[in-house]
Each structure stands twice: as structure tokens, then as C-alpha cells.
């Protein structure tokens, strides 16, 4: 963000702060609660959100370097994406041609730079999914051309630091559509370059829209996180930006009244605001003092849901102590998320699995959980099975 809109954000918090108040919406949202359990509706999200919709990868410095890949198989369709010699990015189906195993796990480097190698029996591919090196090819898959047994593509776009892969090989999309501003909003962050710390994987027994909910509001600092969050952030009050599909939550950190006193020249406002971005349908950014994490959540099934948590800093630590302080902070995180957070919601959604007929009540001054769900409801509108009432 630049340094003019992260000045004007700190100006409005500042105000809100003074008078207590948060970006509202027009009216009260209310969602059949069967929504976060129905098999059907999974099915559709499914294909819709996750096959057909492009999906955040990453930022940009998540492969930072020529042969530097990700892999992750979590939308349905395996998918490998690696930057190329020229420093453009590619991506793949993860299947081998020969049959059928992924070439890589997570986050991974192409042997020699060059070629993307398969564990099972070793065909060998380049950067632009070519098939190159084929072991006892001559006598064993004599019939076979080569040519027409390369990896097959997906469209993979790279803009404001941020990576974007579409599943299904059979569509293309816009960029700047699935960013809708959010990405020249957020480009000062430097998502180019930041370092990967690490990734966290938890896996969680909560459909995926009921994990993504509690990321998209401020509003439960106080009564579930009165020793750790809401320490460090106030309850209830964020300054809401719609972008497209997406969205941005600016909120401010304890101690922000203390920039009043200050000339604007001097503020340091990364210190004391906080982002969550949330890019459509299932990640969130967090820009937390010097450093930014991102939270992907993936549908298992209706059910269940898994989350890879990735924290990205400006330096990688350079001693054994400095990496340890960045590792209990990064598993400080999580554990909040996790212990605090997520041992509740796994109970919301016993009861969402009771079948007690209900619907949930999305305040207006919950405007990123409203907005998640809108979208989502928009995308699989023709449908109609979203139940969404106003
Ligand atoms: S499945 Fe890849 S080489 Fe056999
Ligand atoms: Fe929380």
C-alpha cells in the first residue's frame, strides 16, 4: 500500500477509534445454517469455486527463483506451477504421463534447474512441460511420440506480487477481473520480496466457509480472544474496502492513539494498523507489523476443511535463536487460530450438523463476512442454492 492511502486509513481508524464506531452495511444478512453442510451445495462449490474460478497460489517470492515450483493438490485438480528460465511462470496438471503421479510436493526445485523429475520411474520434463528424458524409452514406449506427452497446461497469471492458477485446463480468465483493484491497493507490501518463512498445515473438522468466517470479522476479539488478540488489536472496529470479488479490513493495533500526538511525517503506521485481505473465494492476507501471512482454506468435503497458514518476512533469520523467536511467533499464530478459534467453531458445526433448522444472523457489522458470502451466492446463483436472505 502506498503511503498515501496507508496515512488516509490511518486517519479514518483513528477517528473510528475516537468514536467507537466500524464500517457498517445496509441491513443484517441472514444464511440457512444448512448451507455449511449441504453435499449438494459442496458438489457445486466444488466445481464452480475451486475447478472453475481461478485460486491464489501465492506471492510472488514463494518462487523467487528459475525452477522453483508449488504443487498442491487441494482444489480436486492436481496442479504444479514453476517459474521458467525467463523468470515467467507456468503451470501444469500434476499427472505424469506415464501414469499418472504427481512430479512434486509443496514447495520444490526442478533438478538442475532444468527439469521437473517424476518419483515413480523418473520421465523427466522442462520448464514448458516438455517430455524430455524418458528411461529405456527406446524399447519400452517405442510407439509412443514424444511430442504429444508434455505436461498439460494451465493458464497462470502473475500481477501486483500475486499468483494466480486456473484448475480446470479447459478455461482462461482476466487478472485484472479476479483482482478487482485489490492487487494495486496492496503492491507496496512487497510481495515480491518477502522470504517464505514457513507453511503450517491443519486440518480441521469445519466446512470451509465456516473456517473462513471467523477471519473476515473483529467483531469476537474481546469474548474469545481476551488474552492474546485482543491484547494487541480492538475489538469490533475495521474500516471495510470492497475490490471486485475481494476485500480489505484495515483495523487498528492498541496504541494507535498515540499517533495523534505525532506529526504525520513521523507515524509508523505499519506498526500500528492492520490488513486482512481476502481474495475470492478462499484466502486471506494478514499485514502484521513487518511481515505478511497468508490463510488458504480448502473444502475436504462438506464437512471438513484444511488450512495452510504461510508466514512471509522481510529477512530470513540469520541465527539459530532468531529463527527460534520467528518460529514461536509463527506457532503463537497459529495456535490462536487453532486452540482458540477452531476448538469453538468445530462445535458450531455439530450444530450446524444437528439439522435443527436455523438461520444465521451476519451483523452489519460483519461487512467481510457478508461480502464472502454474497460473492459466493452471486458465482452459484443460477443454482439457487446459497439460501442467502436479506
Ligand atoms: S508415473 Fe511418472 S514416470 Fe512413471
Ligand atoms: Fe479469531
New binding site residues.
Partial sequence: MQHEQLLDEARILLDMVERRSTSLTESVMQLDAAAYADPGLFQRERSELFRNHAQFVGPSCMLPEPGDFYAFGDTGIPILVVRREDRSLAAFVNI?S????PLGEGCGQARKNRLLS?P????SYDLDGNLVGLPFGKEGFNELDRATLGLRPLDVQEKDGLIFVMPNPELHFDVNDVLGGIGATMSGFGFDRHHLFGIKRVETAINWKLNMDTFHEFYHFDALHPDTIATMSYNNICHYRQYGRNHSLSSPRIGIEALRGQDERDWNIRDNVSFVNYLFPNTVIFVVGDHFQTWRVYPIDQRRSVVYHSMFVPELPQTAEAREQMEAFFQMINDVAVREDYALVEKMQVAVDSGIERRVHIGRNEPGVQNMHRQISEVLAPAQVVRLQR
Fill in positions: 505424469c506415464h501414469r499418472g503421479a517424476c515413480y520411474h523418473g520421465w
